[in-house]
């Protein structure tokens, strides 16, 4: 038995028709808003700080693996409903949060080895929704993007270990944006310039020191259109360690628009 335990967002879905196909034994542990996940008949609504509750569930139905997947709206400290577990851990919670969003989510992993559950790699099931290095559209990353591209990597490179930026926005050899909590939707926003057309990159690593079984950079069509949006003219991933959704249809996006996207 395995415990999904699944936020917004579509990649959910798509780990659990994987998991579906191979008729896996599985139980899902719904943190969305509007109980995404309720018509299923193994689904458990709870709250993030009901600690007690979800480790029970886990237990009650013997699962000793789980897998994260999915954008989690933490909410407000204040806000969260505690049980008796949440509040005994709540402490660590804290104290995590004040250091940034990857040590909350490592935190939470080690509470989970504590209860003897193992975290399973988002990718296990699907392997296929990464990209291994190279270049997969027609148009490749010229001399000038190159130069772009290496000062995006040493930006992100010398943030902190446990900084929650994963993107950021080289043009012209500039900095133009550092992802911040808003995410890169937000931070594509603000990049957008009406003077420049096919010029400027974005790069999505995971954080420095990132457990790589959770919360990797997700790229999506929808990125690719906000950053036709924002007059970049490509985009970069790390070999592996990203979760790259609607391949195909990303891949005919940038070639008819003439963008790159690449793997490095």
């Known amino acids: 038995m395995i415990g999904l335990i ?6 959910p879905n798509l780990i659990l028709k994987k998991v579906k196909k191979k008729r896996l034994k599985y139980l899902i542990i719904d943190l969305t808003r509007k109980r995404i996940f309720k018509k299923n008949k193994k689904s458990y609504n709870v709250s993030l700080g009901q600690f007690g509750k979800i480790i029970k569930i886990l237990k ?8 994260f997947a999915g954008n989690v709206k933490k909410p407000k400290l204040s806000k969260i409903k505690l049980d008796l577990k949440g509040l005994y851990y709540m402490p660590r919670i804290i104290r995590s949060s004040k250091i940034g969003d990857a ?6 992993i080690k509470i989970f080895k504590q209860e003897k559950i ?23 990353p010229n001399m000038e993007d190159k130069i772009d591209i290496e000062l995006a990597t040493q930006t992100l490179n010398k943030l902190n270990k446990y900084n ?8 012209n050899k ?7 909590r808003g995410g890169t939707q937000k931070m594509l926003e603000i990049c957008k310039s009406k003077k420049l057309k096919n010029k400027g990159v974005l790069i999505k ?9 959770i919360d990797l950079p997700t790229v999506g069509f929808k990125t690719l259109i906000q950053c036709k949006s924002a007059g970049l003219k490509g985009i970069v991933l790390k070999s592996k360690k990203n979760v790259f959704l609607e391949k195909k249809k990303c891949i005919s996006f940038a070639n008819k628009n003439k963008m790159f996207i690449t793997v490095k």
């Open 205 to 213: 690593f995971p954080k420095k020191k990132q457990d790589l079984r």
């Open 6 to 11: 699944l936020g917004e967002r579509n990649f």
């Open 103 to 108: 040590a909350i989510l490592k935190e939470i």
């Open 118 to 140: 193992t975290t399973l790699s988002q990718l296990i099931f699907n392997p296929e929704l990464t990209l291994k290095k190279g270049n997969y559209s027609k148009i490749k």
């Open 174 to 180: 500039k900095v133009i944006a550092i992802e911040g």
């Open 60 to 67: 009650d139905n013997r699962c000793k693996k789980v897998l």
């Open 164 to 171: 929650f930026s994963q993107g950021a926005v080289v043009r």
